[in-house]
């Protein structure tokens, strides 16, 4: 079964095409370049970053993120 990380060609929040993939960091979203613009600009960017380093540091590689909460 292949990743749908990689098969993907659309983002998961706004539908643009993919020319880039990145995940997101608060859940399992596929995400273009605008949308993860977007996303680190919110306030609790920093503690979805660190609850998915800490997630790696337990050897969690699968970590689901911390939930994308309205803001």
């Given at each position: 079964m292949q990743d749908p990380f990689f098969t993907k060609t659309r983002c998961d929040r706004c539908g643009a095409?993919?020319?880039?993939?990145?995940?997101?960091?608060?859940?399992?979203?596929?995400?273009?370049?605008?949308?993860?613009?977007?996303?680190?600009?919110?306030?609790?960017?920093?503690?979805?970053?660190?609850?998915d380093n800490a997630a790696i540091r337990r050897g969690d590689r699968n970590f689901k993120g911390i939930g994308l909460k309205k803001k």
């Open positions: 095409p993919l020319t880039v993939r990145i995940m997101s960091m608060y859940n399992e979203d596929v995400l273009c370049m605008t949308c993860k613009e977007k996303e680190r600009q919110r306030p609790d960017y920093r503690e979805a970053v660190e609850a």
